[in-house]
């Protein structure tokens, strides 16, 4: 029962592993962006893409969770 415990805690901790900005770079191409910009500030990814021919400013934490995707005006 405890080792059962550790392999959960292991696997967590795995999940919980910073990806790299081009792994996050590659879910926005997924999604249907194009990247034309990628860049790192304060810990986050920073991505500037196109999508349907209007231009989106993406901010990703480094699990590659969306914090801020707006069109750029």
Known sequence: MIAAGMVGMTAMAAH??????TECAQKLTARGFNVIDKDIDD???EFEAIKNNIKWD??????????????DD
Request: aromatic share 4%; proline share 4%; glycine share 4%.
């Open 58 to 71: 993406v901010k990703m934490d480094q699990q590659c969770n969306v914090l801020l995707e707006r069109i």
């Open 16 to 21: 919980a592993q910073p990806r790299t900005i």
């Open 43 to 45: 810990g986050l990814y």
